[in-house]
């Protein structure tokens, strides 16, 4: 973990000036040491579960007294939702005094939760993200891979008849064309005269790819009923002689006249432009011209747009954007925060292969999250026959030694005859990470032994098909035949069914149900959580056989969960503090791509851990002074929407001129309802109170003139309102990054 030094002075210079007075005294604060949580040496524990009976467990949890019991409700909401807003406090208290069962009952059966306002927000959202509803081989067919467009230069695959997807194949193909051709002028270094370049080329004079295109959308336009308007014809070329200083004038007016066409027509206009041309506009696009190109148009056609530019980085950012608008809009609270785990328990990285990110769209939505409350062997299995999964860990390349495939090569090879490419061979990949990560944990009691006969049990574990977007599939000639000896269980020749007994001997191990049990109670109650605590729920794992709902009931009905020494125990994590910043806030957020790179830059990117342990959940992983300055930097920027599409307001009409004191002590009781430290308070007032060279301007600016209309008792002008408002941002900005809010 990075400590104090040149990291902390660089982060500090970076932040923007205004706020770096502030920022250095907060970060006094946030001293590591100071959320750090109290370190307690965990007591020797068996890797599996005691059978003898331990103390008696409450079978309820506590009753709420009226103006008692908030900080009850507070503790459940921190540790089982991505941070309690002031409605949810509410809900909770309505339901009365056994507010805290009831609401965590209908938690963990999410159809039955009412829809709320934010749930309504979410699904307008996600409106806007029609493409993330496609099954894995549409999505790849909408949003070509590289491997896609690749085949279909090559001829390997036909082009598409949608004329706007073949728009967007064409595109693509000629970058890839022009990225071999440069590869080879590179590799041949020839001594003649330069010739007319490709995208010259290309510039100078339409291709039968760009007559086929125009032909086929002409024809689409103009001969289906329901299809897009076709525009009236424009110009398909950049002019062939233009000079070097007419150049930006004419990129200038290509730009505008791009912008001032309907949106419709701007799609097609844009489809139509030759490499260089795109190339120009691209270019000389600005920002807020940017946002014109993309006004009016709807989802399918934002999409194509994006598609047209970069398809794979469309998915991911569609990806990333429906994972934190779910996390931060969802009334589906301890569903989300599920999925949130078992995404990092069943680790599958973004960037391993060019199909993952598509494989991951359905991963998320059709494996993880409607299982994530449910039963643990469904989950196992599910993630074990997942694509997302078989690639990441190169199951699906995994061939038995003695398999038909590799039997039939061995023969051709002793004939002395031509043999094809040779079989990949037995991968152990996940045959390991399956016991050590996904079940039994590193001390469950295998050996390299075992692991080599897990491997041989899922050999034929495979994808139909995997650059086409295909499913799972059994290969019966690359599965490895014989019996399996694994820890001690013989596994006779079955096919599938080997794995499919496998996991099941897996999924119900007393050393899964402790290793499952101990990571949730470090997720949802400490670093270091008591191992009484962790026995208990190992023992409702197996008597349930693997019900998440019920071991998670024991925990929520634990002393050791309510206790004193546990609440406000765990530090958030990246990902914990950037949502429950946005949830505390009550932006209205149109463009989630600064919340996600805002975890970039806090070292917890949304799929992007790459060794398959996944991120800690410790605080010792994501406490340091650099850290920290990272997430004052957020909280300010966020507070004083610097975020392009996040907006908050802060200032209310009941307090229209409040001080420093009494807009800090309002926006503590919204964003931190626990409360903050004295030391915080000052921290945060020092940096709120108006200085005298401030202070004075702002007087002269609202004192009206002598020949105006305007009377003294009329309300604050919109300076007042102005510096009122940027007050406000900047205290609530100060409580997101206080060590108090970054705990939970």
Same mark, same amino acid.
């Given at each position: 973990?990075?400590?104090?030094g040149?990291?902390?002075?660089?982060?500090l210079?970076?932040?923007?000036?205004?706020?770096?007075?502030?920022?250095a005294?907060l970060v006094?604060?946030? #001293?590591?040491?100071?959320?750090?949580?109290?370190?307690?040496?965990?007591?020797?524990?068996?890797?599996?579960?005691?059978?003898h009976?331990?103390?008696a467990?409450p079978?309820?949890?506590?009753?709420?007294?009226? /103006?008692?019991?908030?900080?009850?409700i507070?503790?459940?909401?921190n540790r089982f939702?991505?941070?309690?807003?002031?409605?949810?406090?509410?809900?909770?208290?309505a339901l009365?005094?056994h507010g805290?069962?009831?609401w965590? $009952?209908?938690?963990?059966h999410?159809?039955?939760?009412?829809?709320?306002?934010?749930?309504?927000?979410?699904d307008?959202?996600?409106e806007?993200?029609?493409?993330?509803?496609?099954?894995?081989d549409?999505?790849l067919?909408?949003f070509?891979?590289g491997?896609?467009?690749?085949?279909s230069?090559?001829g390997?695959?036909p082009? *598409?008849?949608?004329?706007?997807?073949?728009?967007?194949y064409?595109?693509?193909i000629?970058? +890839?064309e022009?990225?071999?051709?440069?590869?080879?002028?590179?590799?041949?270094?020839?001594?003649?005269?330069k010739s007319?370049?490709a995208p010259?080329?290309m510039?100078?004079?339409?291709?039968?790819a760009?007559?086929?295109?125009? @032909?086929?959308?002409?024809?689409a336009t103009?001969?289906?009923p329901?299809?897009k308007?076709?525009?009236?014809?424009?110009?398909?070329?950049? *002019?062939?002689?233009?000079?070097?200083?007419?150049?930006?004038? +004419?990129? $200038?007016l290509?730009?505008?006249? %791009?912008?001032?066409?309907?949106?419709s027509?701007?799609?097609?206009?844009?489809?139509f432009?030759?490499p260089?041309? +795109?190339?120009?506009?691209?270019?000389?696009?600005?920002g807020?011209?940017?946002?014109?190109?993309?006004? /009016?148009?709807?989802p399918?056609?934002?999409?194509?747009?994006?598609?047209f530019?970069?398809?794979?980085?469309a998915?991911?950012?569609?990806?990333q954007?429906?994972?934190?608008?779910?996390?931060?809009?969802?009334?589906?609270?301890?569903?989300?925060?599920?999925?949130?785990f !078992?995404?990092?328990?069943?680790?599958?990285?973004?960037?391993?292969n060019?199909?993952t990110?598509?494989?991951?769209?359905?991963?998320?939505?059709?494996?993880?999250?409607?299982?994530a409350?449910?039963n643990f062997? $469904?989950l196992?299995?599910?993630?074990?026959?997942?694509p997302?999964?078989?690639l990441?860990l190169d199951?699906?390349?995994?061939? &038995?030694p003695?398999?038909i495939?590799?039997?039939?090569?061995?023969?051709?090879?002793a004939?002395?005859?031509?043999?094809?490419?040779?079989? *990949?061979?037995?991968?152990?990949?996940?045959a390991r990470?399956?016991?050590?990560?996904h079940?039994?944990?590193?001390? &469950?009691?295998y050996?390299?032994? =075992?692991?080599?006969?897990v491997?041989k %049990?899922?050999?034929? !574990?495979?994808?139909?098909?995997?650059?086409?977007?295909?499913?799972?599939?059994? $290969?019966?000639?690359?599965?490895e035949?014989?019996?399996?000896?694994v820890?001690?269980?013989?596994?006779?020749e079955?096919?599938q069914?080997?794995?499919?007994?496998?996991?099941?001997i897996l999924?119900?191990?007393?050393?899964?149900?402790?290793?499952?049990?101990?990571e949730?109670?470090?997720?949802?109650?400490?670093?270091?959580?008591?191992?009484?605590?962790?026995?208990?729920?190992?023992?409702?794992?197996?008597?349930?056989?693997?019900?998440i709902?019920?071991?998670?009931?024991t925990?929520?009905?634990?002393?050791?969960?309510?206790?004193?020494?546990?609440m406000?125990?765990?530090v958030?994590?990246?990902?914990?503090?950037?949502v429950?910043?946005?949830?505390?806030s009550g932006? @209205?957020i149109?463009?989630?791509?600064?919340?996600?790179?805002?975890l970039?830059q806090?070292g917890?990117?949304?799929?992007g851990c790459?060794?398959?342990?996944?991120?800690?959940?410790?605080?010792?992983t994501?406490?340091?002074?650099g850290?920290l300055?990272?997430r004052?930097?957020?909280? #300010?920027?966020l507070?004083?929407?610097?975020?392009?599409?996040?907006?908050?307001? !802060?200032?209310?009409?009941?307090?229209?001129?409040?001080?420093?004191?009494?807009?800090e002590q309002?926006?503590?009781?919204k #964003?931190?309802?626990? /409360?903050?430290?004295?030391?915080?308070?000052?921290?945060?007032? =020092?940096?709120?109170?108006p200085?005298?060279q401030?202070?004075?301007?702002?007087?002269?600016?609202?004192?009206?003139?002598a020949?105006?209309?305007?009377?003294p008792?009329?309300?604050?002008?919109?300076?007042?309102?102005?510096?009122?408002?940027?007050q406000?941002?900047q205290?609530? &900005?100060?409580?997101?990054?206080?060590?108090?809010?970054?705990?939970?």
């Amino acid at each position: 973990m990075r400590r104090f030094g040149s990291n902390f002075a660089d982060k500090l210079r970076s932040f923007p000036a205004k706020f770096r007075p502030m920022t250095a005294i907060l970060v006094c604060i946030l #001293l590591p040491g100071q959320l750090l949580p109290a370190q307690t040496a965990p007591s020797q524990t068996p890797s599996h579960p005691s059978t003898h009976p331990s103390t008696a467990v409450p079978k309820n949890a506590p009753k709420l007294v009226p /103006g008692k019991s908030d900080p009850l409700i507070l503790h459940m909401l921190n540790r089982f939702t991505f941070g309690p807003t002031p409605e949810d406090i509410e809900s909770v208290r309505a339901l009365g005094p056994h507010g805290l069962d009831q609401w965590f $009952d209908q938690q963990l059966h999410p159809d039955r939760i009412p829809s709320s306002n934010g749930d309504q927000i979410l699904d307008a959202r996600l409106e806007e993200l029609p493409a993330l509803q496609l099954p894995v081989d549409q999505l790849l067919e909408r949003f070509p891979s590289g491997a896609m467009i690749r085949q279909s230069a090559n001829g390997k695959l036909p082009m *598409p008849d949608d004329p706007y997807l073949f728009a967007i194949y064409r595109r693509h193909i000629q970058m +890839y064309e022009d990225k071999q051709a440069k590869k080879e002028q590179a590799q041949n270094k020839p001594e003649s005269p330069k010739s007319e370049t490709a995208p010259q080329a290309m510039a100078a004079a339409p291709s039968k790819a760009d007559m086929a295109l125009s @032909e086929a959308i002409e024809s689409a336009t103009s001969m289906a009923p329901s299809a897009k308007p076709a525009p009236k014809q424009v110009p398909k070329q950049v *002019p062939k002689q233009v000079s070097d200083t007419a150049r930006p004038a +004419y990129a $200038d007016l290509l730009v505008k006249s %791009v912008l001032a066409l309907p949106p419709s027509q701007r799609v097609h206009r844009i489809l139509f432009m030759e490499p260089a041309e +795109y190339q120009q506009f691209q270019s000389n696009l600005k920002g807020p011209q940017k946002a014109q190109l993309i006004q /009016g148009l709807n989802p399918e056609e934002r999409e194509i747009l994006a598609d047209f530019e970069n398809p794979s980085r469309a998915i991911v950012e569609e990806l990333q954007a429906e994972r934190l608008l779910r996390d931060i809009y969802s009334s589906h609270q301890l569903q989300e925060v599920m999925t949130t785990f !078992w995404l990092n328990h069943f680790n599958v990285y973004l960037h391993k292969n060019e199909e993952t990110p598509y494989y991951l769209v359905s991963y998320e939505r059709d494996v993880i999250r409607p299982r994530a409350l449910g039963n643990f062997e $469904d989950l196992l299995v599910a993630t074990a026959e997942s694509p997302a999964m078989l690639l990441y860990l190169d199951n699906s390349s995994s061939t &038995g030694p003695d398999s038909i495939v590799a039997e039939k090569q061995k023969a051709r090879a002793a004939a002395g005859k031509a043999t094809k490419a040779t079989p *990949p061979g037995l991968n152990e990949n996940y045959a390991r990470e399956l016991m050590e990560l996904h079940t039994l944990g590193v001390n &469950g009691g295998y050996t390299q032994q =075992d692991v080599t006969e897990v491997a041989k %049990v899922f050999t034929g !574990w495979t994808i139909d098909r995997p650059q086409l977007g295909g499913g799972f599939k059994f $290969d019966e000639t690359r599965h490895e035949p014989g019996k399996k000896l694994v820890m001690g269980h013989k596994i006779k020749e079955n096919g599938q069914k080997e794995g499919l007994e496998l996991l099941h001997i897996l999924a119900n191990s007393p050393a899964t149900a402790h290793f499952i049990s101990q990571e949730l109670a470090i997720a949802f109650v400490s670093d270091n959580p008591p191992p009484a605590l962790v026995n208990r729920m190992a023992q409702t794992f197996l008597s349930t056989h693997g019900d998440i709902a019920s071991i998670l009931r024991t925990m929520l009905h634990s002393n050791e969960f309510w206790a004193p020494q546990a609440m406000q125990a765990k530090v958030k994590t990246p990902l914990e503090y950037v949502v429950s910043a946005a949830r505390a806030s009550g932006a @209205e957020i149109t463009n989630a791509q600064p919340l996600v790179n805002a975890l970039n830059q806090m070292g917890m990117p949304l799929y992007g851990c790459v060794p398959p342990t996944g991120y800690s959940d410790k605080a010792d992983t994501w406490v340091s002074t650099g850290e920290l300055v990272t997430r004052m930097n957020f909280a #300010l920027s966020l507070a004083t929407n610097h975020f392009n599409g996040i907006k908050s307001q !802060w200032a209310t009409p009941s307090q229209p001129t409040a001080t420093p004191a009494e807009a800090e002590q309002s926006l503590e009781a919204k #964003l931190i309802p626990q /409360g903050v430290s004295e030391k915080t308070r000052a921290a945060v007032l =020092d940096q709120a109170q108006p200085k005298p060279q401030a202070l004075q301007a702002a007087q002269v600016t609202s004192r009206p003139a002598a020949n105006s209309a305007v009377k003294p008792n009329q309300p604050a002008n919109a300076a007042q309102n102005n510096a009122q408002e940027n007050q406000d941002a900047q205290i609530a &900005g100060l409580l997101l990054g206080s060590p108090e809010f970054q705990r939970r």
